[in-house]
């Protein structure tokens, strides 16, 4: 049975920092792309962070690009998401993903939510 439990999201004044984390089990972690993954009411779920199953060539949205850092640990089957510099724009419901390719994530977790204050 796939699972991915989600946690790290809470409240963060403006310019703070959160950690996430994903667990994962049921699938071989190691050689699954794992991506982050975040929404807000009435918006499209879009792409963070996206980790290669190497956790090397990173893909970063474009308004998190120097102040999000997905990595990933293959020991412990869990995927991480470090958040700096929050900002209230950063607001949303965030999502773990995996599959085996670079599109659209095959599994989900239930979210965490994140929530910057300004």
């Known amino acids: 049975q796939v699972q991915l439990v989600e946690s790290g999201g809470g409240l963060v004044e403006s310019g703070g920092s959160l950690r996430l984390s994903c667990a994962t089990s049921?699938?071989?972690?190691?050689?699954?792309?794992m991506s982050w993954y975040r929404q807000v009411p009435g918006k499209e779920r879009e792409l963070v962070a996206r980790s290669s199953s190497e956790g090397d060539l990173p893909k970063y949205g474009d308004s998190v690009k120097g102040r999000f850092t997905i990595s990933r640990d293959n020991a412990k089957n869990t995927v991480y998401l470090q958040m700096n510099d929050l900002k209230p724009e950063d607001t949303a419901v965030y999502y773990c993903?995996?599959?085996?390719?670079?599109?659209?994530?095959?599994?989900w977790g239930q979210g965490t939510e994140v929530t910057v204050s300004s």
């Open positions: 049921g699938f071989t972690f190691m050689i699954t792309v």
């Open positions: 993903g995996a599959g085996l390719t670079i599109g659209i994530p095959t599994y």
